[in-house]
Every structure is written in C-alpha cells, then in structure tokens.
C-alpha cells in the first residue's frame, strides 16, 4: 500500500486551563498571525495539522506522542517503564489482520514512583484502550476493518529541568477512531491533551518562560477512493469539526513572549483532493480553512508539491 499523509486538520495538544475542559466547543476566539506562526514554529501545531506517512488509514495519535512502553501487554526488562505498576483489564492481543491493532487491550496504570536520572520522581497514572473492530484478514487492515482509541492518562516526568523549576505535566483524555463506509472510510476524534512546565530561554532572552498549551477537538475526515482497486492511491476527502487552541504561546525567535491565546476554530475543506503518487504525495488540490472570530481565519491551499498559508487573507510563512 502507499503512503499516505492526512491533513485533519489541527489535531491535538490540549488544555483547557490546569482541570481539563468539558464544556461544548464553539466557534469564537482571536489570535494574530504572529501568534498563529509562533505556535507552529515553538508548540509544533503544524506537525498535528495532520496524520503524517500514515500507510492505507495507520491510527496516528493526535498530538503529542504517548511515552514510551504505552499499551504494551508484555512484562519484564525490556517491556517498558511501566510493567510494575500497572493492570491489564483486557488483554487480548489477537492480531488476524496484521495491522498491529489489537482484537481489545485496555490497561490501567498508577505508577506514583517512576525513577529518573536524579532524586526527583515523576508518575503516570489513568487508563489506556485500543480495539480493532474488526480483525479478520488483510481485507480487515487498519481503517478498512476500523479501530478505536481511548486515552485518560496524566504523566509529571521525572527529574526537575533546572534546580527550582517544577516538573513538566501532560495529559492526554478522550479518544479517535476510524471506521469503514460502503464508499471509503471516516476518521474522527473527540481528544483533548495539553502540556504545562516552564521553557528555557530563547536567545537574546536569559528569562524561563511559562508554557501551560494544548488544543481540544472534535472532528470528522471522510476519505471516498478515486479507484476502488487502489483505494488508498488518490482519492476525495472532507474534513469538518471544531479545534480548540488555548494557552501560552511562548516565546518568539528574538525571546519576545506573545501571550496567552484562546480561540476555537471551525474547520473546514473545499475541494481537497488526496493523491499520493508523484509527484504530488499529498493533496493535488483543494483548500482547508480555521475560522475563530472575524478576523481571525487561516486558509490552506494546496497544489500538489506547495502549501500557501493565508492568514485573512494575507499570505503569511507557516510552519507545518
């Protein structure tokens, strides 16, 4: 199968202020194009605008990557950090299909005392679930049998980044699925996640700054295959929902900090065409916009090779 790149647009992070957020996403909010460029470039927006090198529907986590060892049934020394504190509720590891998707895993951790390379200890704690729905043969490949994912994790790493300074905190809650249509298949997701701890200096800065960032969303991508026999070759897809961007934006390159952002954007796509062979490998055409407030709207156009990143319908560089 080829590879293929999903762009669903601003995937994951997440606050929500220090308790999480459960409130109803809905559309307002404004932001600068410096703010919008900075977040690409320090909180690394651009690389969960999308599912990247992801092969025929691969599950790719919104946001930022799980630590290390995460999901893994097995114990032992080379199992992961995680093996003495943690229960296995469902354990079926059964993969008919190939796709490195479990039949149904689910696993609860409460590890309170996880070492690091001083004196300070870092925890991680909550539950951790991954279902294939259907896992017969390689008919039954990743989205074309469907999968889902379930996360509710809180992780403080081990070890002070400078003496003084707290630990950095993430969490990841809420879950992403794809399953399969008569005509091609649907990725949504419903995930929060957001990071919190304080970010050396930024050059000419020597000042620590504050970093308390994450993004909420809620969103839909239907794929529908150009040719039915190579289904994940080029192809039709849509992308709707509402992403949250919340939090410090951190400093710019010259150490200026550009404050604190909170704007929830509606997304949406015209015309998106996905075509992964050369030379394009990625979208052929068609745009996808992020509209908070009037005022404050990024635009996307693609052209196979090229992105243009309009910002109210300003050309603007944009990291992605």
Request: hydrophobic share 35%.
């Amino acid at each position: 199968m080829k590879n293929m790149k999903w762009f669903i647009g601003l995937i994951p992070f997440a606050l929500m202020g220090c308790g999480g957020d459960d409130g109803a996403l809905i559309q307002g909010g404004t932001a600068s194009a410096a703010q919008m460029q900075q977040a690409a470039v320090v909180q690394t927006i651009g690389s969960v605008l999308k599912f990247t090198d992801a092969t025929a529907g691969v599950p790719i986590q919104p946001g930022e990557t799980l630590p290390g060892g995460v999901g893994t049934l097995s114990v032992g020394p080379f199992a992961g950090p995680f093996d003495d504190c943690k229960e296995n509720l469902a354990d079926d590891d059964t993969d008919n299909d190939g796709d490195t998707i479990p039949a149904h895993v689910k696993i609860s951790y409460n590890c309170t005392s996880i070492p690091g390379t001083g004196t300070t200890k870092g925890k991680f704690i909550g539950t951790y679930e991954a279902k294939d729905l259907k896992d017969i043969d390689l008919s039954t490949k990743h989205a074309a049998g469907g999968y889902e994912y379930n996360y509710d994790l809180h992780q403080v790493n081990a070890d002070a980044p400078a003496p003084g300074v707290p630990q950095w905190e993430s969490f990841w809650q809420g879950g992403y699925s794809a399953r399969p249509t008569s005509s091609g298949f649907i990725m949504s997701s419903d995930f929060a996640s957001w990071i919190k701890g304080d970010h050396p200096p930024v050059a000419p800065s020597t000042k620590w700054t504050k970093l308390d960032w994450g993004v909420k969303v809620s969103h839909k991508s239907t794929y529908v295959p150009k040719f039915p026999a190579t289904p994940y070759a080029v192809g039709v897809v849509r992308h709707e929902g509402l992403f949250k961007m919340e939090g410090s934006v951190g400093p710019d390159t010259s150490g200026r900090d550009l404050g604190v952002i909170s704007v929830v954007f509606k997304i949406t796509s015209t015309d998106l065409e996905y075509d992964s062979t050369v030379p394009c490998n990625y979208y052929k055409s068609g745009e996808m916009s992020f509209e908070g407030s009037p005022g404050t709207k990024l635009t996307l156009k693609f052209a196979c090779t090229t992105m243009e990143a309009f910002f109210n319908g300003k050309s603007i560089p944009f990291t992605y």
